[in-house]
């Protein structure tokens, strides 16, 4: 077990786990924390999960945790592991059960002020509009020959169908479609659960939320970003639903029966992993690259759903809402980065957390490059979100990786049996934000109790210099399943 004990303070924002600590180690582990925040990540295994990653064959470097870390399935979320494509493994424990979990964040051209006589029926609107709750399907319905090109092509195949249009593109992460993507390698099982899910939210820490730009830090990139203050903005936070579930759930199974054949030996089984050039793990990147294309046509066709609601509440003189950014969490990536002044081919796993690439990368749209990626940290219901934007330091400390959001500090159910739903709501209202959520049960499991402080957390990222603070948005009405 891990105690503060074992931890040694590099600077105020930074611990680390020696490798020392445990003989299987093959690097040292590290935490982007602050004092304030430690004692949270001491009342689940996270850190032990952590100390687990560094046993990966082919890890380099460190096994990194972002400070909204917690407790996950193998990986702990906010965890991010770059291990070489030459002699690596690939997890799905390492990415998640919901693959490409991500936000994305609309801009309008008008302000809270002109919105604001509006703001119920607008909410109204897309609560009808946008399908959410577990299990919910919505109108489009996937054929064979439908789902195997949104399992491949992602975002340009539902721009090809109406569902927004060619700028999108440009301003997703990937361009909205991941390579390597083959539909054959996802069962017929995950297809099934995925025919009638895209343009769907979803349920959980799922949402969709109407805000406000509070407070701007950066007046030069948010120009860029095309941000100002007092702008209504709109976010999207979903994934890859049933779909993506089901591909981790048959990989795991994979996984685990291929340990003994390739002689891994694990501390947790939840780690199954196997070598990243074995036929089993090319399998399953192709069905985790075609899940993020369908987690991202999924946010492309809600997008789409949204500008129609906009139009027909607010009108044409509200103008267009335009797409500021649509980054990807819980996906592992094959990239490439310096290590030790020489570039090297690496998959980068990142579990609850984000890609925040620095200034000049090609992977950054044209209009962004100068300036850096946009990051994007969601809070917790009823609390602020960030817009940030990627560094140099990133790339040079965590594979330009960086925190997803505010991070639990209670789980789901031991937050239904302390908050009320129905007592949250009232709350939540009295401070003048839009509710629309079919289950107060539900309402209660995403409490901004059962969260970090998001100030705290991005506070973090700053001033270690991963991500530099652009705007905050505060919520004004937000959609949950």
């Known amino acids: 077990m891990v105690t503060k004990k074992n931890l040694q303070k590099i600077t105020d924002y930074l611990y680390e786990i020696p490798q020392s600590f445990r003989e299987d180690m093959r690097v040292p582990a590290r935490i982007y924390i602050s004092e304030k925040m430690l004692d949270d990540v001491f009342q689940d295994k996270s850190l032990e999960q952590l100390?687990?990653?560094?046993t990966f064959p082919g890890i380099v470097r460190y096994a990194l945790a972002m400070p909204d870390i917690h407790e996950g399935y193998g990986f702990p979320i906010g965890g991010?592991?770059?291990v070489k494509i030459s002699d690596g493994v690939i997890s799905p424990g390492g990415v998640g059960y919901d693959i490409n979990c991500g936000v994305r964040v609309l801009a309008s051209e008008i302000?809270?002020?002109?919105?604001k006589p509006h703001l119920v029926n607008l909410i109204d609107k897309i609560f009808r509009q946008v399908p959410s709750g577990t299990g919910k399907g919505g109108e489009v319905k996937l054929g064979k020959e439908a789902m195997n090109n949104?399992?491949?092509?992602?975002?340009?195949?539902?721009?090809?169908?109406?569902?927004?249009?060619?700028e999108d593109i440009e301003v997703c992460e990937e361009e909205g479609s991941m390579k390597g993507a083959k539909s054959g390698y996802v069962s017929d099982r995950a297809k099934a659960r995925g025919r009638d899910q895209l343009g769907t939210l979803g349920a959980g820490n799922h949402f969709l939320e109407i805000q406000?730009?509070?407070?701007?830090?950066?007046?030069?990139?948010?120009?860029?970003?095309?941000?100002?203050?007092?702008?209504?903005t709109i976010m999207?936070?979903?994934g890859s639903r049933g779909l993506g579930h089901q591909v981790c759930t048959d990989y795991i199974k994979t996984m685990r029966a291929g340990l003994e054949k390739y002689k891994i030996k694990l501390p947790d089984l939840e780690l199954a992993c196997l070598p990243i050039n074995s036929p089993?793990?090319?399998?399953?990147f192709a069905a985790m690259a075609a899940s993020a294309n369908f987690a991202w046509a999924n946010r492309q066709v809600i997008t789409h759903l949204v500008r129609q609601s906009w139009k027909k509440v607010l009108g044409k003189e509200a103008g267009k809402l335009s797409l500021i950014y649509d980054v990807a969490h819980n996906i592992a990536k094959m990239e490439k980065h310096r290590l030790e002044n020489k570039e090297e081919s690496l998959c980068v796993h990142r579990k609850g957390a984000t890609r925040a690439f620095g200034p000049g990368c090609p992977e950054i749209p044209e209009k962004y490059r100068d300036f850096g990626q946009p990051v994007i940290i969601p809070g917790s219901m009823g609390t602020?979100?960030?817009?940030?934007?990627?560094?140099?330091?990133?790339?040079?400390?965590?594979?330009?990786t960086v925190c997803h959001g505010a991070g639990r500090v209670m789980s789901r159910s031991t937050a239904k049996k302390k908050i009320r739903g129905r007592d949250l709501r009232k709350k939540l209202e009295e401070r003048s934000l839009i509710i629309r959520c079919k289950s107060d049960f539900g309402l209660a499991e995403e409490a901004p109790e059962a969260y970090k402080d998001i100030d705290n957390v991005v506070n973090v990222v700053n001033q270690v210099g991963l991500a530099k603070k652009v705007a905050r948005l505060k919520p004004l009405g937000v959609v949950k399943g």
């Open 150 to 166: 949104v399992l491949e092509r992602g975002v340009p195949w539902a721009i090809e169908k109406g569902f927004g249009n060619s």
């Open 280 to 284: 089993e793990s090319k399998k399953y």
């Open 236 to 238: 999207i936070h979903c």
């Open 51 to 54: 100390v687990n990653m560094t």
């Open 384 to 400: 602020s979100s960030y817009i940030l934007v990627g560094t140099d330091e990133a790339m040079h400390s965590t594979f330009g």
């Open 80 to 82: 991010a592991a770059a």
């Open 111 to 115: 302000s809270y002020k002109e919105a």
């Open 212 to 232: 406000k730009v509070d407070k701007i830090f950066d007046r030069k990139i948010a120009d860029v970003f095309g941000l100002f203050e007092e702008q209504i």
